[in-house]
């Protein structure tokens, strides 16, 4: 039991490329999330996934789309990178009870 | 943003001591969570309260929640060297829906140095 899974761990882009977050969980979750993380800001919510075929914005969502695959996994897209987007992307899932989030390792992203 | 806010930023404490870390929030909420970071790895859960309930245990953690004032405390008790972490309270907003998609809002979090 793997828990969620985010590859790849590091990743440096050129401003403009693209690229895809991919984001698995084996825990049968219906709901799904992406956040960001920057020094001082804590956790953003980028998107969200509540259930398998729905996404939805949250705070920060310029810039990205997401996928969402099929109940397993929930893909993060950056169409064109900006060194904005430069922060560490944490994709997390839960389920009805107990509504605690179960976390990915991360996913740290470097645009320069 | 509804983003909450914990206080201290930064806490050093001697092993044996503890530590108690504080959260603000802006909205009404159904829920509020802690987590715990550890350096360059992801967020783990570490206990929930509800918004009808007070205090809440779980081994030596304590948590306190006061809806009238929006604010929540965690202690530890005890510190450990291990305790060394990132500490994040998480709120689920009353707005929000409950399941599926119920949404969570993170503060800014308390970084603990526990010194040995």
């Known amino acids: 039991n793997a828990g969620v899974t985010q590859t790849p761990k590091f990743q440096v882009l050129k401003t403009g490329q693209s690229m895809t977050l991919q984001c698995a969980q084996d825990?049968?979750?219906?709901?799904m999330y992406w956040y960001r993380q920057d020094p001082g800001m804590g956790l953003r919510l980028i998107y969200y996934?509540?259930?398998?075929?729905?996404?939805d914005k949250g705070e920060v969502p310029n810039g990205y789309n997401v996928s969402r695959l099929n109940k397993r996994e929930f893909s993060l897209r950056l169409e064109s990178a900006a060194p904005s987007q430069t922060s560490v992307y944490f994709c997390a899932s839960t389920d009805l009870s107990p509504h605690e989030q179960y976390f990915g390792p991360g996913t740290r992203l470097t645009v320069t | 943003s509804q983003q909450g806010e914990e206080d201290p930023q930064a806490l050093s404490i001697q092993e044996g001591e503890n530590a108690t870390m504080n959260c603000s929030y802006k909205t009404s909420i159904n829920n509020l969570q802690w987590y715990r970071q550890n350096s360059g790895r992801g967020l783990v859960h570490l206990i929930l309260i509800r918004s009808n309930e007070r205090e809440k245990h779980s081994g030596r953690l304590r948590v306190t929640l006061d809806t009238s004032k929006k604010s929540s405390s965690l202690l530890i008790t005890a510190s450990r060297a291990a305790d060394t972490a990132s500490y994040f309270c998480a709120t689920a907003p009353l707005s929000s829906p409950v399941y599926p998609g119920n949404q969570f809002y993170f503060g800014t979090g308390t970084s603990l140095t526990v010194i040995p």
């Open positions: 825990m049968n979750h219906n709901s």
């Open positions: 996934s509540a259930s398998e075929g729905t996404t």
